[in-house]
């Protein structure tokens, strides 16, 4: 069973920065493509950044050059390296596992950006 486990989140004040991180378990994580999306209250969950098994990267027009997702394939762990935080970047942030047959997700973790 592929759980994911998120940690990181927390209250910033705008301009700030924080580290997500995704712990990944029951999966081989090397071969997994891996991803961060966020929520906003009101709103659709939205793709914030996706990592592929070679490293390459794709990021939302609204996060780039601010946020950096990364991977470490022998702690089976995906971060999301958040800078220049601003309000707007409140949400709860989840990671996602893309799988051949079912994608997972974890539960989330919450970031607010606030002064």
């Known amino acids: 069973q592929v759980q994911l486990v998120e940690s990181g989140g927390g209250l910033v004040q705008p301009g700030g920065s924080l580290r997500l991180s995704c712990a990944a378990s029951g999966t081989i994580f090397s071969i997994n493509r891996m991803g961060w999306y966020r929520q906003a209250p009101g709103k659709e969950r939205e793709l914030v950044a996706t990592i592929s098994t070679d490293g390459g990267t794709n990021y939302a027009d609204s996060v780039k050059g601010r946020l950096t997702i990364s991977r470490n394939n022998a702690k089976n762990t995906v971060y999301l390296q958040m800078n220049s935080l601003k309000p707007e970047d409140t949400a709860v942030y989840y990671c996602?596992?893309?799988?051949?047959?079912?994608?997972?997700w974890g539960q989330g973790t919450q970031v607010t950006v606030s002064a």
């Open positions: 996602k596992r893309f799988g051949v047959s079912s994608d997972s």
